[in-house]
């Protein structure tokens, strides 16, 4: 069954619904009004592009949707919930155990292997180290960096750390998912690949992502379009993501043998993913 099939069984579709959320930054003189009233439901499911110029807002968004920022005014609600109703150790757990968040800069904690920094979420929502680290390392394959699990991040390319912040965000299975810019630091072939990647596991897991991002090679991932400006959404326009929601990227589940997850050009067998050519 497909994802809006179920969709339409289930009846569950919204994910995430925004009216009129505000947040402004700082006060007086200096406030900086960063959201002015956002109105934006993400559907259970669905890729939903979200594009403006710099400094429209978009991150702060992003934040406020992931449970990061609080918002000043205006309601929202993620999963049928409202992180304003939740004491903080409340909003720790949901967010441990629903939500992803791959950063503009990576986040990654600089002492702590790859493969550790990956197992994070599962650590914080009580799986034994052990069991976690093997998780990872399974994930870690599936973006194509399997082999590096024992490196610490600074030993990695800025498109390999981008894919383990995208591994470490997925690995707990969330059902919203939100990317800051999550192919900036890619070279084209492999942000297609993260793309195709993120777009299989929205398609068949009912993860509800939301992709901001200034690329337009990757535009037509999106199942929408919601253009930002100012702290507002200007307009939401229809993607050409469903032509990628049925192929046969498989996400979180396991690659064939012999071919790459992000690299279908790599010699059979090998696990190395295509050099980083960032431009
Ligand atoms: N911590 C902060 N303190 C004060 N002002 C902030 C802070 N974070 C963001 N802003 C301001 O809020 C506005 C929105 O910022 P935001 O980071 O959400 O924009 P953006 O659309 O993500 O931009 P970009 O595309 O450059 O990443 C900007 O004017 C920015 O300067
Ligand atoms: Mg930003």
Do not use: C, Y
């Given at each position: 069954m497909t994802a809006s099939a179920r969709r339409a069984v289930q009846g569950l579709s919204v994910a995430v619904r925004c009216r009129q959320v505000v947040k402004t930054y700082g006060s007086g003189q200096s406030a900086v009004r960063a959201l002015r009233g956002v109105d934006l439901d993400v559907h259970t499911g669905e890729l939903l592009m979200l594009v403006g110029p710099s400094g429209c807002g978009k991150t702060t968004l992003i934040s406020v949707i992931a449970g990061v920022l609080d918002r000043d005014g205006g309601e929202c609600s993620v999963l049928g919930q409202d992180y304003a109703a939740m004491r903080p150790d409340q909003k720790t757990a949901f967010r441990a155990r629903h939500v992803g968040f791959v950063?503009?800069?990576?986040?990654?904690?600089?002492?702590?292997?790859?493969?550790?920094n990956v197992s994070v979420p599962l650590l914080i929502n009580g799986v034994p180290r052990k069991?976690?680290?093997?998780q990872a390392r399974e994930?870690?394959?599936?973006?194509?960096?399997?082999?590096?699990?024992?490196?610490?991040?600074?030993?990695?390319?800025?498109?390999?750390?981008?894919?383990?912040?995208?591994?470490r965000a997925l690995i707990h299975k969330p059902k919203l998912l939100v990317c800051d810019e999550p192919t900036s630091a890619l070279d084209h072939v492999t942000g297609q690949r993260v793309m195709e990647l993120l777009r299989g596991v929205a398609s068949r897991h009912d993860l509800s992502l939301v992709v901001v991002t200034h690329d337009q090679r990757i535009f037509e991932f999106a199942d929408r379009v919601a253009e930002m400006d100012?702290?507002?959404?200007?307009?939401?326009?229809?993607?050409?993501?469903?032509?990628?929601?049925?192929?046969?990227h498989r996400g979180f589940d396991a690659p064939p043998k012999n071919e790459h997850p992000l690299n279908p050009h790599a010699p059979q067998g090998s696990n190395e993913p295509n050099p980083e050519h960032r431009s």
């Open positions: 950063f503009q800069a990576f986040n990654l904690i600089p002492t702590l292997t790859i493969a550790e069991q976690a680290v093997e994930m870690l394959s599936q973006v194509g960096i399997g082999d590096r699990w024992r490196d610490v991040p600074a030993r990695l390319s800025g498109g390999q750390q981008q894919r383990v912040a995208i591994a100012d702290g507002h959404i200007e307009r939401i326009s229809a993607g050409k993501g469903h032509t990628h929601a049925e192929s046969p």
